[in-house]
């Protein structure tokens, strides 16, 4: 079992020279699933219940579509943390090899997320809340932000333990995605608390990014997802091989 310290030093160390290319994979990522989001917006503007519906549907199948790029990003940095040949080009990697099992696994994904943010998603649609009552206002702005924080805090505790899927997939090409799902399961069993405390460990810098405005996270998250990587090398043992 490899410290956090010795992880997150790892991550650094792979990260070094290569900051411009995976900065720029999580921006494109991070970019396509912004503009999925605003394009079902634009499609369906209304605040009908019918528009409404269909504005999520629209974003939901959208998202699924860009995750097999997310996939991708993670196969990237897989090999980036293991010191191989890497490129942009890997961000296509799962389009071209069964982008149905990521689907599968990122549909999992996202019905938990529908499901764990719904409670937010239906008050910030029905609450009437008077602009001019100041109070009223406040305490609208903490209800709905207490909603959308627990709903965070309960789906990340739901899907640690599939957090590995994509790891796995880039891993083995011919394995389905539900397949993953409960691998992943099984490698994480009794790593879920280290992997949480690993992930909570990068929450100060993203406060300390509010003074970057926010342009920290360019760094940050990548550097998150790289240290993942590296979680998950040390999960299959690959570290402590290295290490002998």
């Avoid at 965070?152 to 397949?179: C, N, Q, T, W």
């Amino acid at each position: 079992m490899t410290q956090r310290s010795e992880l997150k030093a790892r991550a650094r160390e792979r990260m070094s020279g290569k900051y411009g290319t995976l900065i720029l994979a999580f921006v494109i990522v991070q970019g396509l699933l912004l503009v999925s989001s605003l394009v079902s917006g634009e499609l369906f503007p209304g605040d009908s219940v019918l528009d409404i519906v269909l504005a999520n549907v629209f974003s939901f199948i959208l998202s699924l579509i860009v995750n097999v790029m997310s996939a991708g990003m993670i196969y990237m940095y897989l090999n980036i943390a293991r010191g191989e040949q890497y490129s942009l080009n890997d961000l296509m990697y799962f389009y071209r090899n069964h982008p149905d099992r990521v689907i599968t696994a990122s549909f999992v994904f996202a019905v938990i997320n529908l499901l764990t943010m719904l409670p937010s998603t239906i008050y910030s649609y029905t609450a009437q809340v008077d602009v001019n009552d100041i109070n009223a206002l406040a305490d609208s702005v903490v209800r709905s932000a207490s909603m959308l924080i627990i709903g965070l805090l309960v789906y990340e505790v739901l899907v640690i333990p599939m957090e590995m899927a994509y790891f796995i997939l880039s891993d083995h090409p011919e394995m389905k995605g539900r397949d993953a799902l409960k691998e992943s399961i099984n490698l994480m069993r009794g790593s879920c608390g280290r992997y949480l405390m690993l992930k909570a460990s990068f929450i100060p810098l993203m406060f300390l990014s509010v003074f970057t405005f926010y342009i920290a996270l360019l760094w940050i998250l990548p550097y998150m997802v790289m240290t993942e990587a590296m979680f998950y090398r040390d999960l299959m043992g690959e570290l402590t091989a290295e290490k002998e």
